[in-house]
């Protein structure tokens, strides 16, 4: 985006005047517009009409007193093309194109919409296919319906592919702050990466929340999201569906098992954006980071009244990775003096009812908590139905734990366990006092996990921009693979390539036991074709299984047979279109795909990536030492790793896709036993042993 273009954007965003032009959806941005406090002017343009809505009108885009900033154009598609194209000939500022009839709706409409592109020249265009934007901290409505938002002093922005979805989001009665609303449509000028730009330009937004149905500039995205979490600004991405990744044939068990979603994932993770699953999880991840922003790490303290509500917050937070350490003797000794020794003090806390509606000894109960200097503390408190029943105590609750937390000055949320359980006007009180009202603790808990994800975060480079993978494609037999790998630093075992007459010989240099293989480049799944024979252990075994071999190639591969090995691996690389380089790390095997225990990265990816990733695995707990088995060298193995992913990012440009599988592992060192590169024909010698 262009500097002229991003002033007009802000334009856009924050206008002094407005101008709508179009039937009823026209008349409601007006409406919209009033009922919000938008202080500007409005001037509607109608070549037939002398006023719309009560606000008298203009003739045309000409006659207005000057260029407007924000222009409201609800109008056929052929003429919303002619009406952007003198907007932008007046040097207006941007324009919300509400229109369908564009990209979506086949041919003709793509190429309407590049002649809408082509028209707009510097403007800023939200749309064409779109709802609108909607600006609470400023006064803006460019919105042809009611919403459910109110004027804040500064709150979160949502940034959304679905009209529909960001029009549900402004209905919640979930006490979140929300300041800007954007719906992108086709974006066919304005994009995602470039609202992230310019919502982090604006002070009074605290987190970004995104809905999004599909990624087009992968590397976009991710230099816009990087940026905002340079500048402190949290974002939280809801990615609906499974776009096609492009249709190929896919030979390595890489492929099968790294999907388009694995792919968001992965490129999330990359760069500091906290995934969420539903709309709930959206909206109180987002009220959450508003009050709090990212933290340091996942330590907690809760205090409920409840010994059945501790042991809930003690299981779902255990279920998410978040700790629940002991308090320390300070915290301990403070609450062990407020709640007597009736009371047992632990961590999640039942503080029983022994203190309830009593507000001087609820104010130290909940200073001891709030002393324990955690990432976050937690008070579980679900309000009675206050239409049918009195709320005083709760309400003496609330105030006693505002108070110790103003005295504090400790990082707090009070928590629901059912998401009515916090009634709306009670909801901002705890916000005024930078107290996160969080609805339903599983909600809670993940947005507690996401902040900390997000805090942990390291800035560090963008993923490798998407790889052409189209054309005709070469493929190394497993030979050849190994090599090309070894030179890059992977362990293979010692192996000779022979004629099938040879393979005897072969065997007793290598020494037995041995493993024999059929060696082609046309086989890509050798078990599944018969051409591998295990643990071979005389001259005459290799002859015989050489003999039967000899049937899908006339080379063979000899190699040691392994053993004492600990775990399975599968690593593999493969090159995507809109995502670059993807790495996936899994457990390997045969059962490789179905067993589906594999996580993927973006390239490209640091070491400690790489050891987090090996984490997460369920074959993990075979590493640290299972049972019996000694511990693996994880550094061998992390070494391995680092290794294909170097050797993929030096062939990027011309690579398809790799599979090392299985990779051993044993207590020390490892080894690639098998592998496979594709990659397109003018490989070069990057790619050959």
């Not at 029983?352 to 408190?381: M, N, P, R």
């Not at 973006?602 to 088995?629: C, H, M, N, Q, W």
Request: aromatic letters at 4%; charged letters at 20%.
């Amino acid at each position: 985006m262009g500097r002229l273009t991003r002033r007009n954007l802000h334009r856009l965003l924050a206008p002094r005047h407005i101008a709508v032009a179009g039937g009823a959806a026209a008349v409601e941005v007006i409406r919209q517009s009033k009922q919000i406090g938008f202080a500007g002017e409005i001037w509607p343009v109608h070549p037939e009409r002398d006023e719309i809505a009560g606000v008298p009108c203009f003739p045309d885009v000409w006659a207005l007193p000057e260029a407007p900033d924000a222009t409201f154009v609800s109008i056929r598609a052929r003429s919303t093309v002619d009406f952007v194209a003198i907007l932008s000939q007046v040097d207006a500022g941007g324009v919300v194109c509400h229109a369908s009839g564009f990209a979506e709706a086949g041919a003709e409409g793509r190429a309407l919409q590049a002649e809408l592109v082509e028209a707009a020249g510097e403007l800023a265009v939200i749309g064409p296919n779109c709802f609108g934007l909607l600006n609470y901290v400023d006064g803006v409505a460019l919105w042809p319906d009611q919403h459910g938002g109110h004027r804040v002093e500064r709150g979160v922005a949502i940034l959304s592919q679905s009209g529909n979805v960001a029009h549900s989001l402004t209905m919640q009665r979930r006490s979140l702050p929300i300041a800007h609303v954007v719906t992108v449509g086709n974006s066919a000028c304005t994009r995602i990466p470039e609202l992230i730009d310019a919502m982090v330009d604006d002070d009074r937004v605290t987190a970004i929340g995104l809905y999004l149905e599909a990624i087009d500039d992968v590397q976009a995205l991710a230099l816009a999201a990087m940026r905002s979490l340079r500048r402190g600004v949290p974002i939280v991405a809801l990615k609906s569906g499974s776009s096609e990744i492009g249709a190929r044939t896919n030979l390595s068990h890489t492929s099968a098992l790294s999907t388009s979603d694995d792919l968001c994932t992965a490129l999330f993770e990359h760069c500091g954006i906290a995934r969420v699953d539903d709309l709930v999880g959206l909206a109180e991840t987002l009220k959450f980071l508003h009050v709090h922003g990212p933290l340091p790490g996942g330590t907690i303290a809760s205090a409920s009244c409840s010994g059945g509500e501790a042991a809930l917050v003690a299981d779902l937070a255990s279920a998410r990775g978040l700790e629940m350490p002991d308090f320390p003797v300070s915290a301990r000794e403070k609450l062990s003096a407020a709640l007597g020794e009736k009371v047992g003090v632990a961590n999640p806390l039942d503080y029983q009812t022994y203190i309830w509606g009593d507000a001087e000894k609820q104010h130290d109960c909940f200073s001891g908590l709030l002393s324990a200097g955690f990432d976050q503390h937690l008070l579980v408190l679900d309000y009675p139905r206050l239409d049918r029943c009195h709320g005083e105590d709760w309400h003496s609750t609330v105030d006693s734990f505002i108070a110790a937390r103003a005295a504090t000055g400790a990082r707090a949320s009070v928590v629901s366990m059912l998401p009515e359980g916090i009634p709306e006007e009670v909801g901002a009180k705890l916000l005024e006092a930078r107290i996160a009202p969080m609805q339903g603790l599983a909600e809670c808990l993940d947005a507690i996990r996401a902040a900390g994800k997000i805090g942990r975060a390291r800035e560090q480079e963008p993923p490798f921009a998407g790889i052409e993978t189209t054309g005709p494609v070469r493929q190394l037999d497993e030979w050849e693979s190994k090599r090309a790998l070894a030179a890059a630093g992977v362990p293979i075992p010692q192996g000779l390539v022979v004629d099938a007459d040879e393979a005897p010989d072969a065997a007793r240099e290598l020494g037995f036991p041995v493993v024999l293989k059929a060696v082609s480049a046309t086989l890509a799944h050798k078990t599944e074709a018969g051409a591998v024979k295990l643990d071979l252990r005389d001259a005459e075994s290799v002859r015989i299984g050489a003999k039967y071999l000899r049937r899908l190639s006339s080379r063979l591969l000899v190699e040691q047979m392994a053993t004492d090995v600990l775990a399975e691996l599968i690593v593999g690389v493969r090159a995507d279109p809109r995502f670059g380089l993807a790495l996936t790390i899994g457990s390997g095997g045969t059962l490789v795909e179905l067993v589906g225990d594999s996580v993927t990265l973006l390239l490209p990816a640091r070491r400690e990536d790489i050891s987090a990733a090996l984490k997460k695995l369920r074959v993990y707990r075979l590493f640290t030492g299972f049972r019996s088995k000694p511990p693996a060298d994880l550094d061998a193995v992390v070494d391995a790793i680092e290794a294909i992913a170097g050797y993929a990012t030096s062939t990027k440009d011309t690579l398809v896709e790799l599979d090392v599988n299985p990779l051993l592992v044993f207590e020390r060192g490892v080894l690639a036993v098998d592998a496979l590169i594709r990659a397109r024909p003018d490989t070069g010698t990057a790619l050959t042993p």
